[in-house]
């Protein structure tokens, strides 16, 4: 396997995405800085609109570049921790180290949303539809935002007694009500929020340390790919969460994928849903792909 | 003829010595601050240059600085283009090339090293907690003659062994696996495919000789891989040139390319070779056939062999060679003398004649193998360390890659570490470990001679390992695997995890989220604490008291919490500023339960929102909770009675029972009464004073207030004693 395009970016990558459309990438860096790059033949000329099995080399071309957090704090490095895009209507949530959401676009300037106390120490971000974003946060909460409403945000009561530090937050492709939690401990959590005061949950304890990543398989939804600091990545496959908060006995993960000697920590996960293969990259510098 | 012979060795040992302190001189570099050999001018302007070393990045800061302070001198040019300029210098004290194989190779250690803890653990369960028989079977070792040792506990140790030599022979050969690809990954880069190849010479013999199963089993077969791995075999443009040439036995690189393949035991390409000359005239056709069943013949002492069958077989083998060597009519056979030479060296190479293997040898390391092969098929590593190593030592070259082999040959395996740490750490670091391991090495202190303290020293494998664990730790990306090997060392790897966490650069979120993942993963509590203080103290210089107040919880830096709860409480009272709310709202419940301020907080804030819903009965209880728990400071109860005075004055109901009115009069009477009232009411009283409201400290409050003020903040209490008086009389007739 050989990297077949490279490109310089300012800053550590926190997030990274394709446009569903055309061969276009959006990556958001730890420096503040959200890129959008075009797949290009190796010339540099032509943009490239299919991309065959060949394995042939590709050019990136920088076509974007924003600060999308600049305008909150002028002449503060605000780097972004999370980035989610809307892939209907590419927009593009950033979550910015000063606690700032903003909504980026290809065509509008970047807009920050108004400070909402609820929205502190936000890990993970992701749309459920056009208007709203779910976002995760280390105070263990779930809050929805709604862009449209003067007061936005609503917080998922939870009832647990203490919720655990989340690390990330993913939507469910096909039922925006299900979402999916990584946490600190090691627990991914599936959740229906049909109910927002009285949401059902399903747990799932198939790591020991820090989930990074969680993400659904885009063709088979109640498949859930999540990846951990203990160096692990899994397959999960949930039901209808049930009750509310009751822990089920430890649900064991459909498929897990570890290699012995790769005890460094996964930080990021995704899975191909033809080809049923899974890839991650962590610590390692490397990556491991595993079939299905 | 011996004076010569030593002249020349020494002359050759100096010129190894020249390029060995050439190698160690420091490397110069260029950093631009002046121009080369212009220190003196430096000198003369009263300028000099200093540095200052990164803690543990290769790093190096440089500055212009004054040798004299320029009060001192008189006439001196004061100013100096470059003074203004801080210069940092870095360097890669890893090539970046390398460090995927660091990555891959930190895995395969991690892996044996777990499997040692597992072994370790699986042996405390299987003898079933009794803690003196497994001593005893440690203390023992591979001794078990003596008495006392049951055969299910010699059966137990020897599967112990068993599996501890599999790991090690797994991670060996790992290692080795990742030496040889590293190799071959790295052509672009001469310096280190050097180092590289040096590396893997190294442990490929280590691996042959030492990690195997048996160490009593005939080497030959394994100096002969070992030789054939790394030393030129005969060139394949060669081979093609002789194999498409007419006349074979007439070509000038036949013969020797034959010799070769004997000696090197390349038994297919020499019966390709041999069968193409058998196709030719009646006597080297039989030459040909007679070699090629003597080279497919010929035994190789395998592992699994007994001794005497392969003694009696090679003794066969040999005497057929010997009988064809002798046999009448040989020279007859062939046309000129030359051919005869060759055909007689082929035969004299498979009899075992020594002076005809050392003519073949190129080098020593050839020769060991050769002579083993050929002379003493049967020695084992110990009767090859014996018997031939001081034939040949003389012949090492004196560098560290030969001196290291010669050492491990021997089975002095502290030589062969002391020359190994010159080649690179990797090397000595990871040899030092399996070699431990494998019972190899002594796995005692350092300098146990010494007496003393036995838990102040660490072995030496794990002060390798920490060299090596600290090398790695100045690539700045590279701190995640640093520490993993700092945590593998059980000595002091605690205090070295302790020293590195504070410098590691959070240079981004995540990046502290994984320091603290690690903390967490290793119970380093303290520094723990220290990151989320860093991070706190951030957080509230930004203004971000909620995330501060977070991150104080986790650092257990209660205190800190509570002078921000109360800076936020003065700030309401005092300006009606509601940003306490925010901090309340965001504080995860489970700080609640550390907390004495914040659960306070929540708690009001719990009030209000019963008071906003108009749910006045439970905002009434909840108040007087307040209260009676002691939850709330006394210099908020102002504050709070004043609070209660809706609820006391509602209209449509009593909402503050007989009990509750009470207790809320005893607040009263405890402020007003107390000789600390002036204190109680300054908070209250700062509210009235136009001159404080502007004023936010928290402290500044109490000093800051006049006496006529307390004198309005207590009038104003006067309103609440009256409504409490009246709300008693009201609950009593109900």
């Keep these: 396997m050989e990297p077949t395009a490279r490109l310089p970016v300012d800053g550590d990558v926190t997030g990274l995405a394709w446009v569903p459309e055309r061969p276009a990438l959006f990556t958001s860096t730890s420096r503040g800085a959200l890129y959008i790059h075009e797949l290009v033949d190796q010339d540099g000329g032509e943009v490239v609109t299919t991309i065959t099995d060949r394995a042939t080399k590709f050019g990136l071309r920088e076509v974007l570049k924003l600060r999308p957090h600049e305008k909150n704090a002028p002449g503060q490095k605000v780097g972004c921790i999370a980035m989610a895009l809307h892939e209907t209507n590419g927009e593009i949530a950033t979550v910015g180290s000063d606690g700032s959401i903003a909504i980026s676009g290809a065509m509008a300037e970047p807009r920050i949303l108004p400070h909402d106390p609820e929205l502190l120490s936000v890990t993970g971000i992701d749309w459920r539809s056009s208007h709203e974003l779910v976002m995760s946060s280390l105070a263990g909460r779930i809050t929805l935002f709604d862009l449209r409403q003067r007061s936005p945000s609503r917080p998922l009561a939870q009832e647990n007694g203490s919720p655990s530090p989340l690390n990330c937050v993913a939507v469910n492709t096909s039922q925006p009500h299900i979402l999916a939690t990584g946490g600190q401990q090691g627990v991914v959590q599936v959740w229906d929020i049909r109910n927002s005061s009285r949401p059902t949950t399903e747990l799932f304890p198939v790591h020991s340390s ?18 951990s600091e203990d160096g692990s990545m899994c397959v999960v496959r949930w039901q209808q969460p049930q009750s509310d908060f009751s822990v089920d006995p430890a649900r064991p993960p459909l498929h897990r994928i570890q290699d012995p000697s790769h005890k460094l920590g996964m930080n990021s996960v995704d899975i191909h849903p033809e080809k049923g293969t899974v890839a991650g990259g962590g610590d390692a510098a490397a990556i491991m792909l595993s079939k299905i | 003829m011996l004076a010569s012979s030593l002249r020349d060795r020494s002359e050759r040992r100096s010129s190894v010595e020249v390029a060995a302190e050439q190698a160690q001189r420091p490397k110069e570099r260029c950093l631009g601050l002046c121009k080369p050999g212009a220190i003196k001018d430096l000198l003369q302007t009263n300028r000099t240059l200093r540095a200052t070393f990164h803690p543990y990045i290769s790093e190096l800061v440089v500055y212009p600085t004054a040798v004299k302070p320029k009060e001192v001198l008189e006439g001196v040019p004061g100013g100096f283009p470059q003074d203004k300029k801080v210069t940092v210098a870095r360097w890669n004290a890893i090539h970046p090339s390398r460090i995927p194989f660091i990555n891959s190779t930190f895995g395969l250690f991690a892996e044996m090293d777990d499997w040692f803890n597992e072994l370790k653990e699986g042996k405390a369960v299987t003898s079933t907690g009794e803690e003196s028989r497994r001593e005893r079977l440690e203390l023992r070792g591979e001794d078990f003659s003596m008495g006392g040792v049951t055969s299910t506990e010699r059966e137990e140790y020897a599967k112990l062994l068993a599996r501890e030599r599999e790991s090690i022979r797994k991670a060996s050969a790992g290692y080795l696996r990742q030496l040889r690809d590293h190799e071959l990954i790295l052509r672009t880069n001469p310096e280190e495919i050097g180092v590289f190849g040096k590396m893997f010479i190294i442990w490929h013999l280590c691996d042959l000789l030492h990690l195997k199963n048996n160490l009593d ?31 074979l036995s007439s070509h000038p690189k036949f013969w020797p ?21 058998a196709t030719e005239a009646p006597p080297c056709s039989y030459i040909a056939e007679v070699l090629i069943d003597l080279i497919r013949k010929m035994p190789i002492a395998q592992e699994d062999m007994s001794v005497n069958a392969f003694k009696s077989e090679f003794q066969e083998w040999r005497e057929e060679v010997r009988t064809y060597t002798w046999e009448e009519g040989l020279r007859a056979r062939l046309q000129s003398p030359e051919h005869f030479q060759n055909v007689w060296r082929a035969f004299k190479l498979l009899a075992g004649d020594e002076e005809a293997l050392k003519s073949e040898a190129t080098c020593w390391q050839e020769l060991l193998a050769y002579t083993v092969l050929f002379v003493h098929p049967m020695f084992s590593g110990r009767q090859v360390a014996d018997e031939i190593i001081p034939t040949i030592r003389e012949d090492s070259d004196g560098s560290a890659t030969e001196e290291a082999c010669i050492a491990l040959l021997e089975g002095d395996f502290h030589r062969a570490i002391r020359h190994c740490s010159k080649i690179d750490p990797w090397l000595v670091s990871h040899l030092t470990d399996i070699l431990t391991r494998a019972r190899l090495l002594d796995d005692g202190p350092l300098l146990d001679q010494l007496g003393g303290n036995r838990g102040d020293r660490c072995t030496l494998a794990e002060s390798y390992l920490l060299t090596y664990a600290e090398i790695v730790l100045t690539v700045p990306s590279m701190w995640r695997v640093a520490l993993e090997y700092f945590a593998r060392c059980p000595r002091f790897g605690r205090a070295f995890i302790a020293a590195t966490i504070p410098h590691i650069p959070l240079t981004s979120e995540f990046e502290t989220r994984k320091v603290l993942s690690f903390c967490r993963m290793h119970g380093m509590e303290t520094e723990r604490r220290q990151i989320h203080k860093a991070v706190a103290h951030q957080r509230y210089r930004e203004g971000r008291l909620g995330e501060a107040v977070m991150d104080y919880v986790e650092a257990g830096e209660h205190r800190r919490v509570a002078a921000i709860v109360d800076k936020l409480l003065d700030a309401y009272v005092l300006r009606g500023d509601y940003a306490w709310r925010d901090v309340a709202k965001a504080v995860p419940r489970r700080a609640l339960y550390d907390n004495d301020r914040l659960s306070f907080l929540s708690h009001y804030l719990n009030f209000h929102e019963l008071h906003n819903a108009k749910r006045f009965p439970e905002a009434a209880e909840k108040l007087v909770e307040l209260f009676t ?17 809706p609820l006391l004055e509602w209209k449509h109901e009593v909402v503050v029972g007989v009990e509750n009115t009470y207790e809320l009069m005893r607040c009263l009477e405890e402020i007003i009464t107390s000789h600390r009232k002036g204190e109680y009411l300054a908070l209250l009283a700062g509210k009235e004073n136009p001159d404080t409201r502007t004023d936010a400290g928290a402290g500044g409050v109490a000093e800051g207030v ?19 008086v009246r709300n008693l009389a009201r609950a009593m007739m109900k």
């Design chain 1, 210 to 227: 820090d989930v990074w990543e969680v993400r659904f398989n885009p063709i088979r939804a109640e498949d859930l790919v999540t990846c």
């Design chain 2, 217 to 247: 089993r005939p080497v030959a077969s394994d100096l002969l891989e070992w030789v054939n791995s790394f030393f030129e075999s005969p060139p394949k443009q060669d081979f093609k040139e002789i194999q498409t040439s007419g006349r």
């Design chain 2, 629 to 645: 728990s002691g939850a709330a400071p006394k210099r908020f109860w102002p504050t709070l009675l004043l609070d209660a005075l």
């Design chain 2, 257 to 277: 390319m034959v010799h070769k393949c004997i000696v090197r035991h390349h038994v297919t390409t020499a019966v390709i070779l041999l069968n193409k000359l």
């Design chain 2, 706 to 724: 006049g006496e006529d003020w307390i004198q309005k903040a207590e009038k104003m209490l006067q309103v609440v004693r009256l409504a409490l």
